[in-house]
Antibody, heavy 122, light 111 residues
């Protein structure tokens, strides 16, 4: 079964840091681009960051550029999101998500994790 | 990176067809045939319903179909069923600098 399992969420003070992890299983992890998508309470989905299968290319939303860093360890089938200088508006459920096809990235997501909550207190 | 525009809510009776629209720009929806659609029930992760504009993943009912005209993509749900009541989001690839942008979301109510 194809699965993604996030961890690392929690409560952090404004200006603090947090690292999220996402463990993939049931598929050839290194073949697929991966993304982080977040959803603030009661609102819609916001794409945050993406990384190619090899890890050679990374993409960021303007709202997190310069503060968040996406990375992956294909030997561990794990995706990461390092979040620094956290703001109240970063409070959200963070999902990791897999692309449906083997491409450099198409902005579509067929498998989602269960999400991990990040709360930034002010 | 402005969100794609969706109507806030759409409703229909069981068995009817409804269409949800998703309006972007020539930099996203209009430039790529890479619009995807997601269904989200309360407290659950989103589920992919359509990708690359009109392709259905394995296991998704053929009652769901996608199309595009210009800068506007559409999701049609035919034979509306109670379990279709959920939030629906579109998403478009937007190039290597912006990558992806989601829609504002549409709440579908089955009357």
């Amino acid at each position: 079964e194809v699965q993604l399992l996030e961890s690392g969420g929690g409560l952090v003070q404004r200006g603090g840091s947090l690292r999220l992890s996402c463990a993939g299983s049931g598929f050839t992890f290194s073949s697929y681009a991966m993304s982080w998508v977040r959803q603030a309470p009661g609102t819609g989905l916001e794409w945050v960051s993406a990384i190619s299968g090899s890890g050679g290319r990374a993409y960021y939303a303007d709202s997190v550029k310069g503060r968040f860093t996406i990375s992956r360890d294909n030997s561990r089938n794990t995706l990461y999101l390092q979040m620094n200088s956290l703001r109240a508006e970063d409070t959200a459920v963070y999902y990791c998500a897999k692309e449906p096809t083997v491409t450099t990235g198409s902005g579509a997501f067929d498998i989602w994790g269960q999400g991990t909550m990040v709360t930034v207190s002010s | 990176q402005s969100a794609l525009t969706q109507s806030a809510s759409v409703s229909g009776s069981p068995g009817q067809s409804i269409t949800i629209s998703c309006t972007g720009t020539s930099s996203d929806v209009g430039s790529y045939n890479l619009v995807s659609w997601y269904q989200q029930h309360p407290g659950k992760a989103p589920k992919l319903m359509i990708y690359e504009g009109s392709k259905r993943p394995s296991g998704v009912s053929n009652r769901f179909s996608g199309s595009k005209s210009g800068n506007t993509a559409s999701l049609t749900i035919s034979g509306l069923q109670a379990e279709d009541e959920a939030d629906y989001f579109c998403c478009s690839y937007a190039g290597s600098s912006t990558f992806a942008v989601f829609g504002t979301g549409t709440k579908v109510t089955v009357l």
